[in-house]
């Protein structure tokens, strides 16, 4: 009796593996809503870059090893070299939450600087 109920407790603890959930798009000029589940190998990644006034974006699941490495994309006829940045949580790749801290920054720093002038 006692070796069944710790089987059932194991088997209780074990949870299978889930990938990780990440917003995904191709080179889109707006931030990316859409989601995808990544594979046992891959990370959330997320790329953007400016050319000519127009920032680009990129974002989805990719092999670990391609972390960290630049790569080129074309949108409008135009080619981006943009680097893979990558990252290991639930939805880590959005952009919104990156423009959101450098706006909360910027607003605490404008109020700070206010309170001298």
């Not at 593996?17 to 191709?26: D, E, I, N, P, V």
Request: proline fraction near 1%; glycine fraction near 8%; include cysteine.
């Amino acid at each position: 009796m006692k070796l069944l109920l710790l089987a059932a407790s194991l088997a209780f603890l074990v949870n299978p593996g889930k990938g990780l959930t990440c917003f995904r798009c191709s080179i889109s000029t707006s931030l990316c809503v859409s989601k995808v589940s990544c594979g046992d190998n891959e990370l959330c990644y997320s790329r953007n870059n400016t050319l000519l006034g127009i920032t680009v974006y990129s974002s989805g699941c990719t092999d670990k090893e391609k972390c960290g490495k630049e790569t080129s994309e074309t949108f409008a006829g135009v080619k981006y070299k943009m680097v893979t940045r990558c990252c290991d949580y639930d939805l880590c790749n959005s952009s919104a939450g990156l423009q959101l801290s450098f706006l909360t920054v910027l607003v605490g720093l404008t109020a700070w600087v206010s309170r001298f002038l």
